[in-house]
């Protein structure tokens, strides 16, 4: 966006004379985050001292919201007369520096919840126009923040309706005459014929872009599931390493026993106390002796094979999930670089949607829809149906 309204490409036909700022610098972001402290830095301070865990607070609303799927801006665009009427008026063009001012003005007085951050005029184009950034700030919720940027709540259909094609244009037809010294004609039918293939390709342009926007959300969610299997392979290799914890503390518990019975070995049974016989001696102490020896290297065998049973399995696991890990890892870095080829398809799409819009606004509807029809026989007849 602020490449094309502030023109940070040079096209043949750039000249800076041309771009004509009117509210804010030739810095857009820094324009928008100006607004966002403005606007927000008291209900972020509010909302901090609410919060008893740091990892709640917030530090940013700018980078916040730019994280989050809330529109950050939202722009406007402002055009009066066609390229026929300025081919005509070329000497006009710069009246409109004070029209578009005021156009401004009853922006700002008529929508205060939408906050300019930016406004520039374009002259290097067929019809002068100007491209409006603004950051529509809303009150009242109950959830989060009191004060948040909110584009449902202030681009409504009401604002769209009442404001924008309403008290605006309405000031806007009162004062035309008083900028350009003329009224502009309305349109005659059928005036544009000669512009149905360039309106039929604006058609298809903007097929193109929503069904790149469509494709760039079923990734996202693709995206979304395998982060979600990735964490959940992660878990369980987690649990992984708590069985080898658990093994190694059984295997500390082996090594006691291992002690034990070799310390019994060495010292063997006790001596005869007194005089006793061999029958004595063997039936008290070398037979309670041995039965103790075999106790403990029971012990120690059922140990041994208990942990080779476990030790297979958890290592038979750990391959399957540090395979599974890897896979989703490749997969993940596979779903990144098509989303970003697709955001890169989405802006050059943005640039040619805006263009060719331009011409929609030149047609009467019934022209609009007339083009729209031939351009749909056509396909039936190429064999190209939908």
Sequence with gaps: MAKHNLRKYHSNDYDKENIVIL????????????????????????????????????????????????????ELIFQIGDKEFWDKNPDKRRRMDVAFKEILELLQ?????????????????????????????????????????????????????????????????????VWLGEFLKSKQTGRNNDLSVVEYKVKKENEKYEKLLEDKKQVDR???QKIFENQMAEQKLENTYKKIDEVEALENWGETELNKFEKMIFRGPEEPKGLMSAKAYREKVVMPFLGKVYDIFKKVVDFTKKCFVELMDITEKN??????????????????????????????LYYTKEKLEYFKRFLQKETYDNIIRMGDEQDRKSGRIR
């Design 109 to 177: 007085k008529f929508a205060p919840n939408l906050v300019v951050a930016n406004a520039v005029i374009h002259y290097d184009e067929a019809s002068p126009h100007m491209h409006i950034v603004a950051v529509p700030v809303a009150e009242g919720f109950k959830k989060g923040m009191p004060k948040q940027v909110s584009k449902r709540k202030v681009c409504t259909k009401e604002f769209l309706e009442e404001v924008l094609q309403g008290k605006i244009r309405e000031c806007v037809d009162n004062r035309i005459f």
């Design 222 to 224: 693709q995206i979304g």
């Design 319 to 348: 391959d399957k999930i540090s395979e599974l890990n890897k896979k989703l890892k490749q997969q993940n870095s596979n779903l990144i670089k098509t989303i970003n080829k697709q955001e890169e398809e989405i802006t050059n």
């Design 23 to 74: 509210c804010g610098t030739d810095k857009l972001v820094h324009d928008v985050k100006k607004v966002y402290r403005e606007q927000f830095s008291e209900a972020v301070e509010e909302y901090n001292k609410k919060q008893t865990r740091e990892e709640r607070k917030i530090h940013d609303y700018f980078e916040k919201t730019a994280k989050s799927n809330k529109d950050m801006a939202v």
